[in-house]
Nanobody, 115 residues
Framework: QVQLVESGGGLVQPGGSLRLSCAAS????????MGWFRQSSGKQRELVAT???????YYADSVKGRFTISRDNAKNTVDLQMNSLKPEDTANYYC?????????WGQGTRVTVSS
């Protein structure tokens, strides 16, 4: 059973930075793609960024140029570097992974952007 555990969330002021990390219970080499989603109060879960096994990335327009997704197959982690954070980035952030036709989710980590 695959387990994804997120960490790195917290409270940050507008314009600040946070780095989220997703640790998998096993090798992520075959997970394709992996990504981060977020869900804010009263809204549907939305895609933030994805990264394929070969390193190709995709970003939602709302985070393009501010967020960077990366994966370390040796450490079995996928990180999301978030810069220039805005109040509208406040949400629960979830790690996601596809393995074949199986889809896995982490429990989420809370990011609050507020002064």
């Amino acid at each position: 059973q695959v387990q994804l555990v997120e960490s790195g969330g917290g409270l940050v002021q507008p314009g600040g930075s946070l780095r989220l990390s997703c640790a998998a219970s096993g090798s992520i080499f075959s997970f394709n793609p992996m990504g981060w989603f977020r869900q804010s109060s009263g809204k549907q879960r939305e895609l933030v960024a994805t990264i394929t096994r070969s390193g190709n990335t995709y970003y939602a327009d709302s985070v393009k140029g501010r967020f960077t997704i990366s994966r370390d197959n040796a450490k079995n982690t996928v990180d999301l570097q978030m810069n220039s954070l805005k109040p509208e980035d406040t949400a629960n952030y979830y790690c996601n992974a596809w393995y074949g036709t199986n889809n896995y989710w982490g429990q989420g980590t809370r990011v609050t952007v507020s002064s």
